[in-house]
């Protein structure tokens, strides 16, 4: 099965309440691929008597995500579904080590590799090697690979980083241009532990080309969610297809509220009919015939959609305005190999974790070629077969790169898979791939302040544009990790549907958003008995 991320399906019904009927057009999951071009799929043929690991199982076997994100332990999205009660038909596992793969002496970087080299076996078994990225204090003293001066460096960092929150950093660091400027000469970080300090950030830039602001909130995202479900680990990812499995649960108790799902439907046309008309409530002020993909016609007061999901005729002026977001190319590849490596127990005693992440650093500066030089890292989450996402003995690989073009990006996220192969398991092999572009917001986005103000503090990307019933909800982020953004564009959504203003609080005190996600109902996080 193969499904989408925390950004689109088809629901149609009430949701909030029986008397707001509303059309959700292609919002969450399973819904249609207006953000996904360029497949190449490519199903490789087994040897003639292989193990049974080294051969496709059935695919029932298989749930894949296109949009796959991790979710740090402080998200809203967690405090969220434990509110709703959602949490309770979950099943959570941890995201393991950082990994950062370099190249050996005499090896060419794998983002300096031409075309051609991403297709020589030679190439692509040159040598490499992993590094586990420290992120904790027990990390870093334990790290037998840093000599006395890093570690003191590094301690330095992350006591700084516990302790400045971005907006802190933004006013005190504003004449720093770059992440490596920042932790190369402020910080005195040794230039080789700037990659494996980026890769915590999870960004799509290189280290010079990060600003210093963003990359510094990321990190601290990352640090002070270690340790808050268990020693050792940061994120969690859901079991049985990723996070795209939270929106299945969304799904289901929707229903169970009264929600109707259409699935594999979308929006043809809608029309407005005003108070005037005969066909129309007199209670409403307007209300939309909405046509669906499958000729069935629907009335509803609302309708929520995504920029790609609506047709722009008849939208209310000045609603949308067409803009195109940036693109990242993304491959899902199937491995004969365990990759037992890479998930080490978070700590002593710890959970086995269910899911690793490899970094591939940008192009170094000693390239040549310009174009080589501006190519960003490529990153892989390998999610283990504990996730649900695959048969016993095999791994998914899910590889990321900001590269748009698809002639280039495909074989580097090819030749990234090959080498960590050959460093981990010499012996596994691809057994399918797919390879995709994806377009939507990017992680971050920046505006300055005034027109001479060097840009570096981060806006939210998802603001809602609302009008006349219709509400368009912004692009899917492309960042690896889940956006909690997305969080606040729901809840301005849902407050905007039933009429409530956030800001404004009751006689106790308790604010109108504070009901948001909170439901009343038998089981909701309470003992049976009480």
């Known amino acids: 099965m193969l499904r989408g991320g925390l950004s689109r399906s088809t629901l149609v019904g009430d949701s909030v309440s029986k008397e707001i009927p509303i059309a959700f057009a292609n919002l969450w999951v399973l819904g249609s691929l207006t953000f996904f071009k360029n497949a190449e799929l490519n199903s490789h043929i087994a040897p003639s008597d292989p193990p049974a690991t080294a051969k496709l199982g059935p695919s029932r076997f298989y749930n894949l995500c296109l949009a796959p994100q991790i979710i740090y332990a402080r998200s809203k999205l967690l405090n969220a579904l434990v509110s709703s009660g959602a949490h309770q038909q979950l099943e959570f596992q941890a995201v393991g080590s950082w990994w950062l793969c370099k190249t050996t002496a005499g090896a060419k970087p794998l983002n300096s590799l031409s075309n051609e080299e991403t297709s020589n076996p030679e190439q692509l078994k040159a040598g490499v090697s992993l590094q586990r990225i420290p992120s904790s204090r027990e990390d870093v003293f334990g790290d037998a690979t840093l000599d006395v001066k890093s570690k003191r460096a590094l301690m330095k960092f992350l006591r700084t980083m516990m302790q400045e929150e971005s907006s802190d950093f933004d006013s005190s660091h504003e004449d720093i241009a770059s992440f490596s400027e920042f932790v190369g000469d402020t910080m005195k970080i040794p230039s080789a532990l700037h990659d494996p300090l980026l890769a915590l950030s999870l960004l799509r830039e290189s280290p010079r080309e990060a600003i210093p602001g963003v990359a510094i909130s990321r990190i601290r995202r990352h640090l002070v969610s270690i340790g808050v479900f268990g020693a050792g680990f940061a994120a969690v990812t859901p079991k049985w297809g990723g996070i795209s ?4 649960v969304g799904c289901r108790a929707g229903a169970v509220g009264g929600a109707t799902y259409m699935l594999g439907r979308g929006i043809s046309r809608f029309e407005a009919r005003s108070a005037t008309d005969s066909t129309v409530d007199s209670l409403d002020k307007t209300q939309y015939e909405v046509e669906l993909s499958n000729g069935e016609k629907i009335k509803t007061r609302c309708i929520v959609a995504s920029e790609g999901d609506i047709p722009q005729q008849g939208l209310p002026e000045g ?87 698809p002639s280039i990006a495909y074989p580097i996220l090819d030749a990234a898979v090959e080498r960590l192969l050959s460093a981990i398991e010499p012996k596994g092999v691809v057994l399918w791939q797919l390879h995709y572009n994806q377009s939507g917001l990017p992680p971050a986005t920046l505006e300055p302040s005034s027109e001479t103000e060097r840009p570096g ?44 203003d956030l800001n404004a609080s009751d006689d106790s005190g308790e604010g109108a958003g504070d009901r948001f996600m909170v439901f009343d109902r038998p089981g909701n996080g309470e003992d049976e008995d009480d």
């Open 245 to 248: 499995e939270i929106a299945q």
């Open 457 to 500: 503090r981060t806006t939210n990307p998802v603001a809602t544009a609302k009008k006349d019933g219709i509400i368009i909800v912004p692009s899917p982020s492309l960042d690896l990790a889940f956006d909690d953004h997305l969080v606040d564009t729901v809840k301005e959504a849902w407050a905007w549907i039933v009429g409530l």
């Open 319 to 405: 609603l949308l305005e067409a803009s195109a977001g940036p693109n990242s190319s993304r491959g899902i590849i199937i491995v004969s190999s365990t990759l037992e490596q890479l998930f080490p127990p978070t700590s002593e005693n710890g959970p086995v974790p269910a899911c690793a992440i490899v970094m591939f650093p940008a192009a170094s500066d000693t390239d040549q070629t310009t174009e080589i030089e501006e190519r960003p890292p490529v990153y892989l989450s390998i999610h283990s077969s504990d996730t649900g996402e695959c048969p016993a003995g095999q791994c998914v690989i899910y590889a990321s790169t900001a590269i748009s073009d």
